[in-house]
């Protein structure tokens, strides 16, 4: 399993560019996004966990993402998402 730590802020400013950066980073067959460094979100955080997860279904590879923030959680649900981003935090 191939872990990917994310850091800082997923906002608007800075997502279009993480997600290009994630997308090169999908390789190994089950790839763990970690979200526990990660001290801001906004919506496009949530968009950018949905692409993440279309790309890795592209390619065959199983996406999981561990230790969501709070308030993402909460959008997920609020967005009726939640789904579709796996949250693997009970199985690290």
Known sequence: MKRIELRDELTLTRT???LESLATQLEAP???LD????SEIDSSAVSLLLACQ???Q???IELR???LPAGLRSLTQLYSV??????ASGDN
């Open 65 to 67: 993402c561990s230790n």
């Open 16 to 18: 279009p560019a993480l």
């Open 82 to 87: 939640s789904s579709l981003i796996p949250d």
């Open 35 to 38: 979200l526990a460094a990660v």
């Open 58 to 60: 592209a390619h065959g």
């Open 30 to 32: 089950v790839t763990l």
């Open 54 to 56: 279309r790309r890795a």
